[in-house]
């Protein structure tokens, strides 16, 4: 019976799947297709955060417009939290002298290798971006204990490591922020599969590469870096465009203006 009951199970997940990709599509399709979409990224130094304006060049090509924020953290980073006063310190990184972010605005070019046809089916695209990159520094500043009933705030020392008690409010230290100038390129397939021609969902991955005029000090030691590079995942979603439609509008107010 239960050889029974697992073939049909089979049986109709078969069959679930043949109907989900043989799905007909009857919604209108949009052909010349622009797109603005927003991302959540992560990578394996960090995450954050984009928007990209991607226009149609011809039926498989765009060119694209990209602005993107992330969090950078250094490999060797590991948190710690302590136990003073009955309470549990706030967590912090020893050695850790600044918050690194970055904004990154590029250009870049896409092109699709694989149409999707059926509703609930997949697309497949390449893509390619480069531009300037900013970093930017914030210092970080700690609770340290000078004596039993004494804690003063200031940045990392390494003589004071073990009085550490935990991380000083993130705002300090924001009107020491610098900037550090750069470039970067990254490179990634994308994998659309929205059930709905007018709005857009995908899972983006590829390798990213930041280049920065100077080591970035982020950790104390002297193994900073001035290069990164990574590997990057992200959720893309946002709205299609119908570029034919905003051609016929403006042909129309041409037009009319005439």
């Known amino acids: 019976m239960r050889k029974i009951s697992a073939i049909f199970l089979l049986l109709v997940a078969n069959l679930m799947i043949v109907y989900a990709q043989g799905e007909i599509d009857d919604q209108k399709k949009i052909f010349f297709r622009n797109e603005r979409t927003f991302a959540g990224i992560i990578n394996t130094e960090g ?40 309470q549990i310190g706030s967590s912090f990184v020893p050695g850790k002298v600044n918050a690194f972010f970055t904004l990154r605005a590029g250009v870049g070019f896409q092109k699709e290798l694989f149409q999707k046809y059926d509703r609930g089916g ?24 000078k004596s ?19 991380r000083a409010p993130f705002y300090l230290g924001m009107d020491e922020i610098s900037l550090v100038p750069g470039a ?6 994308t994998f659309e599969f929205g059930r709905y021609d007018k709005t857009f969902s995908a899972i983006e991955t590829g390798i990213a590469l ?25 959720y893309r979603f946002g709205k299609i465009i119908d570029a034919q439609f905003k051609d016929d509008i403006n042909k129309v107010d041409e037009l009319l203006n005439n």
């Not at 955060?49 to 950078?72: M, N, Q």
């Not at 997949?122 to 204990?145: A, D, M, Q, T, W």
């Not at 970067?184 to 397939?189: D, E, L, R």
């Open 210 to 234: 930041n280049i920065f005029t100077k080591k970035v000090p982020i950790m104390a030691d002297n193994d900073n870096k001035f290069a990164y590079f990574t590997f990057f995942l992200s």
């Open 122 to 145: 997949i697309s497949i695209r390449y893509f390619y971006n480069f531009g300037p990159v900013l970093g930017i520094l914030k210092p970080i500043y700690y609770e340290v204990e």
């Open 148 to 166: 039993k009933d004494s804690i003063v705030v200031k940045k990392f020392e390494l003589d004071e490591i073990s009085n550490i008690q935990g």
């Open 184 to 189: 970067y390129c990254k490179f990634g397939f």
């Open 47 to 86: 995450y954050g955060f984009g928007f990209r304006y991607a226009k149609r060049l011809d039926g498989f090509k765009k060119s694209t417009y990209e602005l993107e924020f992330s969090y950078v953290k250094d490999e060797e980073e590991t948190k710690v939290s302590k136990y003073y006063s009955q």
